[in-house]
Every structure is written in C-alpha cells, then in structure tokens.
C-alpha cells in the first residue's frame, strides 16, 4: 500500500481527567456497537434485526513508568486503575482548531499488567463509558475551537 494512503497520528494527544498522558500512550482501541434484537418471524427463512442500544469498548495500552518500590508506578499507573473513573479525551490529529475531538467519561474495568523480563512493560486498561458523550466528532462533529 502506498505511504499517501496510509493514516497515521503524530499528533495524537489522550487525556484522563485534563492531565496529558500521550507520552506514555501505546495504543488506543475504540469499538462501537449496538445490541442486536431479532425481529423475524413466521416464515422467514433469514433472521432479521433492528438495532438496539448503543455502546462502546476502549482498550489503552500504556508503558508502566519506573517502579513501585523507587516512585509508586508511573504518572499513568496512578491514575489508570481497575474502578477508577473519569474523562478520557482523545485528538486523534492534535488540538489545533477545527480538529475532531472526543470525550468520554469511563471506568476503568480491568487492567492487565504482564511481567516480562528484560521487556517494556506495557499494562492494558479496559474501559467502559460510564456516560453521555460530552464530545464525539463521528456523531455531532465536534470539533476544537
């Protein structure tokens, strides 16, 4: 595939709860899906549905940052913990003007954290929206002003 079709995000700028946290990002994964509810009946040989209510998975993946024993975890271990809430905004292509911008309260679900030797550590946050969208460009076009 030609480099000019490809999508990538060098301003790229995620926060929880205002506090900049790109720097320990790895990965940010969005999946959004509705609920399914079948409506077929009598003598339909397909099934049929119609869509239900909405909802959405973020998956985080963030480096774990010097060690609990020297400086309690990283900056992003201390905020991002199983049950904790908050905002989550994300700028996919930074915060100039007239770029899409998201945000959304969630909780943290569960968080992974694997100990590898001689390896980043790369913990994995699973989160859910624990909320209305306060900002989603795909939706209502939001935007930074």
Do not use: C
Not at 17 to 35: C, H, K, R
Not at 54 to 81: H, K
Not at 89 to 99: H, I, K, R, V
């Amino acid at each position: 595939m030609p480099n000019a079709n490809r999508t990538v995000f060098p301003n790229l700028v995620l926060k929880w709860n205002g506090a900049d946290i790109t720097d320990d990002m790895m990965n940010l994964e969005w999946s959004s899906q509705v609920d399914l509810i079948e409506k077929s009946a009598g003598q339909e040989t397909r099934k049929s549905y119609i869509a239900g209510r909405a909802d959405d998975d973020l998956t985080l993946d963030f480096a774990a940052v010097g060690t609990a024993a020297a400086s309690g975890g990283g900056t992003v271990e201390r905020l991002i913990y199983t049950g904790a809430t908050g905002t989550l905004e994300w700028a996919p292509y930074g915060t100039a003007a007239g770029q899409p911008k998201y945000n959304l309260p969630v909780m943290v679900q569960q968080v992974t954290r694997p100990f590898k030797h001689y390896e980043l550590g790369v913990l994995k946050a699973k989160l859910k929206p624990n909320g209305a969208w306060v900002d989603n460009y795909d939706v209502s076009g939001d935007v930074y002003p």
